[in-house]
């Protein structure tokens, strides 16, 4: 089983459209979760960080639930500027530095 | 500007030619790291460095090199190109505490004919 699994899409949808990624991680035991963005052929950018209690940046809300060990990701009025990869990312439980990146979801907005 | 250097941005070169690909930060980071990036395998970790003079295997370390003499740098070094390390590298850095994520260079384009 992969440490971090995200559904590779594609997502495609209109723009106006709310849509949801979500994610699942292996180990009960991480602390640190992102949302990163990748453009193609892009650097991935650090879209927003993940809090316990969820939280809201603009058109972007992110929440995690330990229990079932997921994070989501809801973008709300979707642009077509928000076509791009979104990377799951959690913290490796054994180090305090290391990450492990899911494989992404890609998102298309269409006219 | 807080950022990652990586130079050059795109690279074709021949099999068994050197090369050494370059890694800079100018944000006092402890942690550095490489990654390549092939398409349906996600970003998959070669080497790390944890600080000047410590460095690791990740999962994929095979045919690569690094080196760590100073923070700032993190060369990634491929002694023997073959056309299965044509890929797009990444570089990155963090604070030892990765509750920050990480910042990534704009990678390399590697192509080895």
């Known amino acids: 089983r992969k440490e971090v699994e995200q559904d590779p899409g594609p997502f495609n949808v209109p723009e106006g459209a709310t849509v949801a990624f979500n994610c699942t991680y292996s180990?009960?035991?991480?602390?640190?979760f992102f949302w990163y963005r990748q453009d193609c052929r892009k650097e991935p950018k650090l879209l927003m960080s993940?809090?316990?209690s969820g939280n809201e940046d603009g058109r972007f809300t992110a929440q995690l639930n330990r229990a079932s060990q997921y994070i989501s990701l809801l973008i709300r009025d979707s642009k077509l500027s928000d076509s791009a990869t979104y990377l799951c990312?959690?913290?490796?439980?054994?180090?305090?530095?290391?990450?492990?990146f899911g494989s992404g979801t890609r998102l298309l907005v269409r006219p | 500007e807080a950022q990652v250097t990586q130079n050059p941005r795109y690279l074709i070169t021949v099999t068994g030619k050197k090369l050494t690909v370059t890694c800079s930060q100018n944000?006092?980071?402890?942690?550095m790291s490489w990654y390549r990036q092939d398409p349906g395998l996600g970003l998959r970790q070669i080497y790390y460095?944890?600080?000047?003079?410590?460095?690791d295997k990740g999962d994929v370390p095979e045919g690569y090199k690094v080196s760590r003499k100073e923070k700032r740098n993190f060369p990634l070094i491929l002694e023997s190109p073959s056309p299965n390390q044509t890929s797009l590298y990444f570089c990155?850095?963090?604070?030892?505490?990765?509750?920050?994520?990480?910042?990534f260079g704009s990678g390399t384009r590697l192509t080895v004919v």
């Open positions: 993940v809090y316990s």
């Open positions: 460095s944890m600080n000047v003079e410590v460095t």
């Open positions: 944000m006092n980071h402890e942690y």
């Open positions: 990155a850095s963090s604070y030892s505490d990765s509750s920050y994520g990480y910042t």
């Open positions: 990312v959690v913290n490796e439980v054994d180090s305090s530095y290391k990450l492990i």
């Open positions: 180990n009960s035991a991480s602390q640190s």
